[in-house]
């Protein structure tokens, strides 16, 4: 920019001096690069360094295609810095919290101390310092696993419009809450992408629904800068049949199966997308439930033989968490065939009618509405497995 009234003057008068470049000093940035440690502030470099870190990953309301300036507090917590100044005093080390109150967090750089302002959390909720850190802590440097930015395309597709189903009942928690446990052994058989298919509706008609969303457990090691749910989104009304049902979800999970993830900053980069907390409602291929949803049915191998169980798993929440189950559930399930709105209802053992026995199919044929489908127990009689965990 320096340099543009000289140009302009040279165009006016004709005179332009053109200078060839020094191909040695050209550089070249890929497409999917992206700052050092998924964007997490390095405080082994200069306070200079630092505070043009923050500002070029600013980009204001606009979508930001590269990553967020964040650090970790205790417990884990990932906050984004959106503005930094340089600060009086020398010494400490490098990462080491110097002085902090509810407006801003002192950190001791390589060349001097820094001061970090408007902090927000993943949600994008403003944070207080106090809350997260205190003088003496020493800020972590790395973070683990980066996000893989090649899959961030189509993650922030699916999470545009994504709209969460709620669980009924679901309510904000004063205190901390523990998680029950409900076992419920299904027909043996069923492979995943029917036992999907069977959760998400359950999802879909508690909420009263036609189209939604719910949240599928990121497989592989917890990683603090990756989110650890993945979106599905489902639409099903009164008589679509379950073959349509089925070609929705499958090429979802296929993709969501081996997935990276996708970058915990990301929809607090997109103002397109609404959806930072974790869904209410999520499936999960292991006995881990999803931390942050109010119920994740736990898909896995238990029992007798081979035969699949339904877990489900109301998720313990913190007090700063904006949901959470208003009560427990009830110790025993209402004997009926057919689930209410709001409420999983587990037939006790034997309460299934003759004809159900008699007649329903073991699963429902791809033609077959939703809306009349049946599942059945095995043709014996149905073994069901009821834990509570408090």
């Not at 189509?154 to 523990?178: H, M, Q």
């Not at 599905?232 to 009304?237: G, K």
């Not at 997109?270 to 974790?278: G, N, S, Y």
Request: glycine letters at 8%.
């Amino acid at each position: 920019m320096e340099s543009f009234g000289e140009v302009l003057a040279q165009l006016e008068s004709g005179s332009l001096q053109a200078t060839a470049q020094d191909l040695s000093q050209r550089s070249y940035f890929a497409k999917d690069k992206r700052p050092e440690n998924g964007g997490l502030i390095d405080f082994t470099k200069t306070a200079e360094e630092i505070g043009a870190l923050v500002r070029g990953l600013d980009f204001g309301s606009y979508w930001n295609p590269l990553t967020t300036a964040k650090i970790l507090g205790t417990g884990g917590a990932v906050l984004s810095v959106s503005r930094v100044e340089r600060a009086a005093g020398q010494g400490g080390t490098p990462g080491e919290v110097v002085e902090v109150d509810e407006a801003r967090l002192i950190v001791a750089a390589q060349d001097g101390h820094i001061a970090l302002h408007d902090l927000r959390d993943m949600a994008g909720e403003s944070a207080a310092p106090a809350q997260f850190f205190a003088a003496g802590d020493i800020l972590p440097q790395t973070a683990g696993t980066a996000p893989a930015p090649a899959g961030e395309a189509y993650w922030r597709r699916a999470l545009t419009g994504f709209d969460a189903l709620p669980v009924p009942l679901a309510s904000t928690a004063e205190t901390a809450s523990t998680w029950n446990v409900r076992e419920l052994a299904l027909p043996q058989g069923s492979d995943p992408l029917h036992q999907v298919a069977a959760a998400a509706l359950v999802a879909l008609r508690s909420a009263g629904a036609t189209e939604g969303g719910i949240a599928m457990l990121r497989e592989g090691a917890p990683a603090p800068l990756i989110a650890d749910w993945l979106p599905i989104t489902i639409t099903a009304e009164a008589e679509t049949p379950v073959a349509a049902l089925l070609a929705q979800l499958d090429p979802q999970l296929t993709r969501a199966k081996d997935a990276a993830g996708f970058a915990r900053d990301l929809p607090l980069r997109d103002p397109a997308i609404d959806m930072a907390a974790a869904p209410d409602f999520a499936i999960s291929f292991s006995d881990e439930p999803l931390v942050g949803a109010a119920l994740t049915l736990c898909l896995t191998q238990r029992g007798r033989g081979s035969m699949p169980t339904l877990r489900g798993c109301p998720t313990p929440r913190s007090t700063s968490s904006p949901r959470a189950l208003r009560r427990p559930l009830p110790r025993s399930p209402t004997p009926r065939t057919a689930a209410p709105s709001g409420r999983f209802q587990i037939p006790r053992r034997g309460s299934w009618p003759a004809s159900t026995r008699r007649r329903a199919p073991m699963t429902p044929t791809p033609s077959t509405p939703l809306s009349r489908r049946r599942w059945s127990a095995p043709p014996t009689r149905p073994r069901w497995s009821l834990k509570v965990r408090r």
